[in-house]
């Protein structure tokens, strides 16, 4: 290609919605934006766009290039930027799906911290319990629970020993007692979370060598929300089945207490999920160790 910038044009252009608004983040003038992604599609001979006086969609071709120069088009500008000053600076927009519990009670301040160490890099994070789906949803990176049944995505450890952790409020457990065994959390109201139809509510455990064992809890609250189940469980409205790390400044900070720690909870590991190869650009790759070494901490 003949200047990164004419990319860098196109990607933001698709992103924004518009070539004003493009032009204004770059500080350029509209001809010479519209100028820039004539020349794209002269040398690639396809259109891009289709443009009308009101709206600017992408061709069928204009996506198919797209979904391929967005990570080529970071890798190069990271490229770029660590030869001209001797060192990899990251820069560019990073698409983030993750958990909402997760999202908000880990995830914000190590953004936030990761952002301040790179400040060129905008992060666009969207929070939902749904599973996003790597292919089609607008995201380049998707933080999920658990190793991803199609074996086509690239799923780096983040979290690989995290656990579940059964755990409840002080102000719950001085009204009602905490349970000796898992069995007796039927006698408890429990705080379910709910995916789509289904409730999570047989809670599974093991000890030393004896057989895995699944308790059906009871619950009154049920949310398809992790946080929410996190709040009631702060609250004292019952006993959460929580992943550690969504929970662990609430059990440091003594908000809310573990229980039956003689048992083993459910595995929840946690990856960093992109859909090939060509998407862990060296901005993803250094997220990931960043997060890799603030979970370890926590």
């Not at 890798?75 to 983030?96: C, I, V």
């Not at 690989?160 to 000796?180: D, I, K, Q, T």
């Amino acid at each position: 290609m003949k200047s990164l910038q004419d990319l860098d044009i196109f990607v933001r252009t698709v992103d924004n919605g518009s070539l004003s608004a493009t032009a204004r983040a770059l500080d350029l003038t509209p001809a010479a934006t519209s100028a820039a992604l004539k020349r794209l599609e002269a040398e690639l001979g396809v259109q891009l766009f289709v443009r009308s006086t009101r709206s600017l969609r992408l061709t069928p071709q204009g996506e198919q290039f797209l979904e391929q120069c967005r990570p080529a088009l970071a890798a190069l500008q990271q490229a770029s930027a660590g030869l001209a000053d001797g060192k990899q600076a990251l820069r560019g927009a990073l698409r983030l799906s993750a958990p909402s519990d997760l999202g908000r009670n880990a995830l914000l301040p190590w953004l936030d911290e990761f952002q301040r160490m790179h400040p060129e890099v905008d992060i666009r994070l969207s929070l939902s319990d749904r599973i996003a789906n790597v292919y089609s949803d607008p995201i380049d990176v998707a933080l999920r629970y658990g190793a991803p049944p199609d074996s086509d995505l690239v799923a780096l450890p983040l979290a690989p020993l995290n656990r579940r952790v059964l755990c409840a409020a002080p102000a719950y457990l001085a009204r009602h007692g905490a349970p000796a065994h898992p069995r007796a959390l039927v006698e408890h109201n429990c705080l379910c979370f709910m995916l789509g139809d289904e409730v999570h509510e047989r809670w599974r455990f093991a000890k030393g060598g004896e057989p895995e064992f699944s308790v059906r809890v009871r619950s009154a609250n049920v949310s398809n929300d992790g946080e929410v189940v996190r709040r009631w469980a702060v609250l004292g409205k019952g006993i959460a089945y929580k992943s550690r790390v969504d929970v662990a400044d609430d059990l440091a900070q003594g908000r809310l207490q573990p229980l039956c720690e003689a048992w083993t909870t459910e595995a929840t590991p946690l990856f960093l999920v992109v859909p090939n190869r060509r998407h862990l650009t060296p901005l993803v790759r250094r997220l990931r160790d960043f997060l890799v070494q603030r979970m370890a901490e926590t």
